[in-house]
């Protein structure tokens, strides 16, 4: 069983639809992330997660929408998205502070979105 | 904001070639990290840098920090097909509160492939 998990792999909708992408980590970690990765840009950051509190919104339309319902899961819900958006969303784990802290991001395998 | 620029985007060699990837930035990081990831995959940690002028050696790959802490590269030796990937750095650095949770800048990746 892989550390972080995502599903689905692949989503196609619409951009009227509504869906959720999931995530859960089995590492123990006390931060989940969501990053999105699109052709010829870097990884962006979108929403960061410590101790189920987001700490973080980079300034992401409030088509996206997080949730932390606890320590191992991550949603990221989607409604009325724009084909720009098409991309592969990734999530990620990390244990930040204490004797544990490595600065690791530990990331799932994706969820390739596709935005008609 | 930091950026990071990596060089090359692409790079395109036979096997048993040596190879570097370039990542530079205006800013200063508390750390570098570079990530592998392959197709269908999530980016995978290779080395975390965090000493000026530190140099890491993992088999055929070496890892440098620049004395400044503001550019790195990666030499691969002797490269393999299995070498094939996207290599990405990434730049930690420093929030007001101390901690970073994860606040990594990527670079945009540069493509290795290597031909048998």
């Known amino acids: 069983e892989t550390g972080v998990t995502q599903t689905p792999r692949h989503l196609v909708m619409g951009m009227t639809n509504k869906k959720s992408l999931k995530c859960e980590q089995h590492?123990?970690?006390?931060?989940m992330y969501w990053y999105k990765q699109s052709a010829k840009k870097p990884l962006e950051l979108m929403f960061v997660?410590?101790?189920?509190?987001?700490?973080e919104n980079n300034s992401v339309p409030s088509r996206f929408s997080p949730e932390c319902p606890n320590s191992s899961h991550l949603f990221l819900h989607l409604h009325t998205l724009q084909p720009e958006d098409s991309a592969l969303y990734l999530c990620?784990?990390?244990?930040?502070?204490?004797?544990?802290?490595?600065?690791?991001?530990?990331f799932g395998e994706g969820s390739r979105l596709t935005v008609l | 904001t930091q950026l990071l620029e990596q060089s090359p985007q692409f790079l395109s060699i036979q096997e048993g070639e040596n190879l570097t990837v370039y990542c530079n930035s205006s800013?200063?990081?508390?750390?570098l990290q570079w990530y592998r990831q392959e197709p269908g995959e999530g980016p995978v940690l290779l080395v975390t840098?965090?000493?000026?002028?530190e140099v890491k050696k993992l088999k055929r790959l070496t890892f440098q920090f620049g004395d400044a802490r503001k550019d790195s590269s990666l030499h691969i030796t002797a490269a393999q097909p299995g070498d094939t990937g996207l290599y990405l750095c990434?730049?930690?650095?420093?929030?007001?509160?101390?901690?970073?949770?994860?606040?990594?800048?990527f670079g945009q990746g540069t493509i290795l492939t290597v031909h048998p």
């Open positions: 990620a784990s990390s244990q930040e502070e204490g004797f544990m802290y490595t600065g690791e991001l530990f």
């Open positions: 590492l123990g970690h006390n931060a």
């Open positions: 997660y410590n101790f189920k509190e987001q700490t």
């Open positions: 800013s200063v990081f508390s750390s």
């Open positions: 840098v965090v000493t000026g002028g």
């Open positions: 990434a730049g930690h650095y420093d929030n007001a509160g101390g901690t970073s949770y994860g606040k990594l800048t």
